[in-house]
């Protein structure tokens, strides 16, 4: 095959990605410096308004703590999960996965039903006498976090299981044949290999977390408005378009710029990341 | 420091397979032994219980008077050289070499010290920075053993270390596996499936079969002397014919091969000879003659071997391999004898 053949094989791809991504961006991200007042103008309008700069920190620190929170049970969880027996271990994952099934609107409304003013764990914890009148757990920061871990868990556990059953057993043998205490294995061997994996799942996660919508509107409502949900507002509500494209230009430059810090600390960690 | 290794005992099972029966060893301090055998002997399965990743059904493990037997792998300070290297690849050559230090506290300095010098004494010193993916098997094979050996453990032991390098580097290697542990005198258990690999490098050598050991002995006793059919064969004893003793007289006793033939072998040059024995040889054990006392044979495809001529020979004992004298050339179909000698033959036990 020659080269040019060889290019051929990717040029449906590369005209899908042009078409339907480089160029939409592109043109949308242009919108927003054509205003007449100034360049910048729609980015200046947009921090100087404390209202929307709450909103980007606020979805910042969600998608933040979800991502943390994401990676620490999904890392104890596919820990557990790649040292299991193989039949047991694909039922596990299996299990782990089950949730990815449904969609994300039904998994997010299914919080309404555990969280709400007469939910299940008010229900349950009323019944207990633990409390003595309903808590309000939904539209606060707390229910917004709680669905969306529950939401991108499992892309963890699927992520770092592959690379932690990629560690070699030898490897961790010889640590422990050199000395290694377990919990010096952990931190000096299995977490440093594992950091490919979990820049990955990171990713997946911080940038599924940080551009939600469905979750944020069912569970957070007016109050806990996200950038998913302030976008939607400006272009379909406001008919704000390119309010909205600057929303979306603020997004993509901030997600590419955590990606850019995530994979910075995994050359940190690991020389053998990418 | 130099300690003894005691296994007693030891039996394995995975799930209802007992992999070890009742296997002891004892490695004298500052020795070599190999464990030698196909896969599947179990020679594997006791590095492993030795190094504690694996825990015996009964039996026990001794470092000089040290009992390992319960001790996590982590507290037993053994020097372990893997098949594939088992080098940490997220850290650099240097940092794989001091792993061991830093576990034992010894401070930064002092560890990189230690590593340098160890690098320097493999020949690796001049790629302490690069990490393990950047090298080849031959290197990498020599920064484990620098990671094995700079922690100065009382026991050192190897699963297969060679098995992955080519066969130029492989007779290098092991050359300088044995002149380091020689001269470090550390008490050495090395796993191998490669005899040529595990006589040239050990002291004592123990042929494993089945989760037994079957003989352990120097390598020149086993190569000579095989204790029973099993090492026989393993050793390249290709002819092991069953044999009968039909009468005595005095040292000269008349054994009967199956079909009938017989011969008059003399207890002064063979050692004792039981009423049911198997005559071991190689195919140079064995003299083609045209005539006289011995076993007939028809023979058949002759291979030219340089410094002889080997046949396949039919006989009524079955098919037998012996390799004839250059000066005298037998053609295939011919009628011929085969005439044991007595110093590379071994009088065995018949197999069960």
């Given at each position: 095959m020659n080269k040019f053949a060889k290019w051929g094989l990717t040029l449906p791809a590369t005209i899908a990605v042009v078409l339907l991504l480089v160029i939409p961006v592109v043109l949308t991200i242009a919108t927003t410096f054509g205003e007449p007042k100034g360049v910048f103008s729609t980015y200046t309008a947009?921090?100087?308004?404390?209202?929307?700069?709450?909103?980007?920190?606020?979805?910042?620190?969600?998608?933040?703590?979800?991502?943390?929170i994401s990676l620490v049970i999904g890392f104890l969880t596919a820990y557990v999960i790649a040292q299991m027996p193989g039949r047991l271990k694909s039922i596990a994952i299996i299990a782990a996965v089950f949730p990815l099934l449904t969609g994300v609107v039904?998994?997010?409304?299914?919080?309404?039903?555990?969280?709400?003013?007469?939910?299940?764990?008010?229900?349950?914890?009323?019944?207990?006498?633990?409390?003595?009148?309903?808590?309000?757990?939904?539209?606060?920061?707390?229910?917004?976090?709680?669905?969306?871990?529950?939401l991108f868990v499992p892309l963890m556990i699927l992520t770092l299981t592959g690379?932690?059953?990629?560690?070699?057993?030898?490897?961790?043998?010889?640590?422990?044949?050199?000395?290694?205490?377990?919990?010096?294995?952990?931190?000096?061997?299995?977490?440093p290999l594992a950091v490919p994996g979990l820049i990955v799942g990171a990713v997946l996660v911080f940038t599924g977390s940080f551009t939600s919508y469905a979750t944020p509107q069912l569970l957070g409502g007016e109050q806990m408005m996200m950038m998913g949900t302030l976008l939607y507002q400006r272009a379909m509500v406001t008919f704000d378009w390119v309010g909205a494209s600057t929303i979306a230009a603020i997004m993509v430059v901030i997600t590419i710029a955590i990606v850019s810090i995530m994979s910075r600390i995994a050359r940190r960690l690991n020389p053998m990341a990418v | 420091?130099?300690?003894?290794?005691?296994?007693?005992?030891?039996?394995?099972?995975?799930?209802?397979?007992?992999?070890?029966?009742?296997?002891?060893?004892?490695?004298?301090?500052?020795?070599?032994?190999?464990?030698?055998?196909?896969?599947?002997?179990?020679?594997?399965?006791?590095?492993?219980?030795?190094?504690?990743?694996?825990?015996?059904?009964?039996?026990?493990?001794?470092?000089?008077?040290?009992?390992?037997?319960?001790?996590?792998a982590h507290a037993r300070?053994?020097?372990?050289?893997?098949?594939?290297?088992?080098?940490?690849?997220?850290?650099?050559?240097?940092?794989?070499?001091?792993?061991?230090l830093k576990q034992r506290g010894i401070s930064s300095a002092d560890r990189a010290k230690r590593a340098t010098a160890m690098l320097e004494r493999v020949g690796l010193a001049n790629l302490a920075d690069r990490l393990p993916g950047a090298l080849s098997g031959g290197q990498k094979q020599r920064v484990a053993l620098a990671r094995a050996l700079v922690i100065e453990p009382p026991l050192?032991?190897?699963?297969?270390?060679?098995?992955?390098?080519?066969?130029?580097?492989?007779?290098?290697?092991?050359?300088?596996?044995?002149?380091?542990?020689?001269?470090?005198?550390?008490?050495?258990?090395?796993?191998?499936?490669?005899?040529?690999e595990a006589f040239s490098i050990s002291d004592r050598v123990a042929i494993m079969n089945a989760g037994r050991i079957m003989q352990l002995d120097t390598p020149e006793v086993l190569y000579q002397k095989p204790a029973n059919a099993f090492v026989a064969r393993f050793v390249g004893f290709e002819n092991l014919i069953p044999m009968k003793t039909v009468a005595r007289d005095g040292a000269i006793v008349t054994v009967e091969?199956?079909?009938?033939?017989?011969?008059?072998?003399?207890?002064?040059?063979?050692?004792?000879?039981?009423?049911?024995?198997?005559?071991?040889?190689?195919?140079?054990?064995?003299?083609?003659?045209q005539e006289g006392e011995g076993i007939p044979t028809t023979l058949g495809?002759?291979?030219?071997?340089?410094?002889?001529?080997?046949?396949?020979?039919?006989?009524?004992?079955g098919e037998i391999t012996a390799n004839g004298a250059l000066s005298e050339l037998f053609e295939p179909g011919a009628k011929a004898v085969l005439v044991p000698v007595p110093e590379q033959c071994c009088i065995l036990a018949p197999e069960k």
């Open positions: 947009f921090f100087n308004s404390g209202f929307r700069t709450n909103i980007l920190y606020r979805t910042l620190r969600i998608a933040l703590i979800t991502t943390a039904v998994r997010s409304f299914a919080w309404l039903i555990i969280l709400g003013k007469n939910g299940i764990l008010n229900s349950s914890l009323l019944s207990l006498g633990i409390i003595s009148e309903p808590l309000s757990m939904l539209y606060t920061e707390g229910s917004v976090i709680v669905a969306m871990v529950y690379v932690l059953e990629g560690i070699p057993r030898d490897v961790v043998e010889a640590s422990a044949s050199l000395g290694a205490k377990p919990i010096a294995t952990f931190f000096q061997v299995i977490l | 420091m130099t300690v003894s290794l005691t296994i007693e005992n030891l039996s394995a099972h995975y799930g209802q397979t007992q992999v070890l029966k009742d296997l002891s060893i004892s490695v004298a301090a500052g020795e070599l032994v190999s464990l030698l055998g196909s896969s599947g002997c179990g020679k594997t399965t006791t590095l492993r219980i030795v190094a504690g990743f694996l825990q015996p059904t009964s039996g026990n493990v001794k470092l000089g008077d040290r009992d390992l037997t319960t001790l996590p300070d053994i020097g372990l050289v893997f098949q594939n290297y088992a080098l940490f690849p997220h850290l650099t050559v240097q940092e794989n070499v001091a792993f061991g050192l032991m190897f699963d297969e270390p060679l098995s992955n390098l080519d066969a130029k580097l492989r007779v290098d290697m092991r050359v300088e596996i044995r002149q380091l542990q020689k001269a470090n005198g550390t008490t050495s258990l090395y796993v191998t499936h490669d005899q040529e091969a199956a079909g009938g033939a017989r011969l008059h072998l003399s207890q002064d040059v063979f050692g004792p000879i039981k009423d049911d024995f198997v005559l071991a040889t190689r195919p140079d054990g064995l003299v083609v003659r495809t002759r291979t030219y071997l340089g410094r002889a001529y080997q046949y396949k020979c039919e006989t009524a004992a």
